[in-house]
């Protein structure tokens, strides 16, 4: 049996953990059941090294248990909450939004004077107790989205289509910017509503595939995407995996979905944006000139316990023999529209991290980002679990033997315990 695999009996069944240890010992046969008198090993180191032995097996085996086991408590727990919040009233569910926003506000002061330095930027007119006012509401925001993501699962596909109002474009740019049969890129931002209206696109037929970025331990990442996976959405890291998902889907004549507001990375195209440059992501805007999609912008806002949609659009990508520069255009574009979404509604603009840091920094590790609940929490459970099984080294190859082909490394297959 090699390292990494379940311990199977005779007849090819596993062997559960009520059976480690009873295991069958090693055999004769095995170098390390040597026998008195064929090496000078006594009965009491075999027994102990069998012992030793054991144990390793044992603890490898619970290791495998628990990955998996690990992946299912992170559904379970996102399945109990969303029961949990869906069988809340109201107006018990908004006095949880309004006081966790309130006390994250406080409680985190690297996010407060993050969202206030982003405001200052927006509106630099603002006065500090202005400022203050809106970055309470950004918290509160975050925290109803927060709320939408956990009852996702629950909410009725007319509840979608009838809350999310449309009051600037029409859903027929939609159509038109698919009518090339390239598909079509959706850019948004972290602004108001961005899950729910998600959701309510997709609802209205329209396929999704949406990049998403993991910033936090897998245990709470799989929560999040389960939850965002409810309706069929399908859903994608910014791997090269992802990337060729998104291609395919674009060949498909669907939908490819970009939030285009923070370059977490720190490699993306530099850009003016409210007066200051910063960077931002260019992935969706190479992908569509690539490929030839337009893009359409789509915006949401929160109006009372409703959620008001803008879109603009197609645009298309220019294409010429200067890819950088075309890339670079598209992005001072994308800068254009950003600004004038953001600049409509502040105080909706669900952003933590600095988009204008004083010098560059790793991105912050956010629940997802935009939620009202910091990681660090989430990574204490997941640091009482075990970390996932280590792979096994691999051999040291045979100079006279060619390597073989690479395989592709998909970061986005299917969780452990589905079907592919």
Excluded at 232 to 258: C, D, H, Y
Excluded at 262 to 291: C, M, W, Y
Excluded at 318 to 326: A, F, L, N, V, Y
Aim: contains cysteine.
């Amino acid at each position: 049996m090699t390292a990494g695999t379940d311990p199977v009996r005779a007849d090819d069944s596993p062997v559960t953990g009520a059976d480690a240890d009873t295991a069958a010992p090693a055999t004769p046969s095995s170098p390390s059941a040597a026998l008195p008198g064929d090496g000078g090993v006594v009965p009491g180191d075999l027994a102990s090294r069998a012992r030793a032995a054991r144990r390793e097996f044992q603890q490898r085996f619970r290791r495998e248990e628990r990955q998996e086991f690990r992946y299912h408590l992170s559904i379970a727990c996102a399945v109990f909450f969303s029961w949990l919040m869906w069988a809340l009233p109201f107006w018990v569910r908004e006095q949880i939004c309004v006081r966790g926003g309130d006390a994250l506000m406080r409680r985190s002061r690297t996010y407060r004077e993050n969202v206030l330095a982003n405001l200052g930027r927006v509106i630099p007119e603002a006065s500090d107790e202005d400022l203050l006012r809106a970055a309470r509401h950004v918290f509160h925001t975050s925290a109803r989205n927060f709320m939408d993501l956990v009852l996702i699962p629950r909410i009725p596909r007319r509840r979608f289509l009838e809350d999310a109002r449309l009051v600037a474009g029409e859903w027929e740019m939609l159509d038109r910017g698919l009518a090339a049969g390239k598909g079509l890129v959706l850019i948004s931002a972290h602004l108001g509503a961005f899950d729910f209206i998600g959701q309510a696109v997709h609802a209205r037929g329209y396929p999704l595939t949406t990049v998403t970025t993991r910033t936090t331990s897998r245990f709470v990442f799989d929560g999040v995407t389960h939850l965002r996976r409810s309706n069929r959405n399908e859903i994608v890291e910014a791997t090269p995996s992802g990337v060729r998902r998104v291609l395919q889907a674009l060949k498909r004549g669907e939908i490819a979905v970009f939030v285009t507001d923070r370059d977490f990375f720190q490699n993306g195209k530099p850009v003016t944006l409210f007066g200051r440059e910063t960077t931002l992501p260019p992935g969706a805007v190479r992908i569509a000139r690539d490929s030839g999609a337009p893009i359409v912008a789509i915006w949401s806002r929160r109006v009372g316990r409703g959620y008001e949609v803008e879109l603009e659009g197609p645009f298309a990508i220019e294409k010429t023999s200067d890819r950088e520069g075309d890339v670079q255009r598209g992005i001072e574009f994308l800068a254009g529209l950003l600004e004038r979404a953001i600049g409509r509604t502040p105080d909706q603009w669900v952003m933590f991290q600095r988009v204008w840091p004083a010098e560059p920094a790793d991105p912050i590790r956010v629940f997802p980002v935009g939620s009202p609940l910091e990681s660090e929490l989430l990574e204490r459970v997941a640091a009482v679990l075990p970390e996932p099984r280590r792979p096994r080294p691999e051999p040291e190859p045979d100079p006279a033997t060619p390597p073989p082909a690479a395989a592709p490394t998909d970061r986005t297959d299917p969780p452990p315990g589905s079907s592919a």
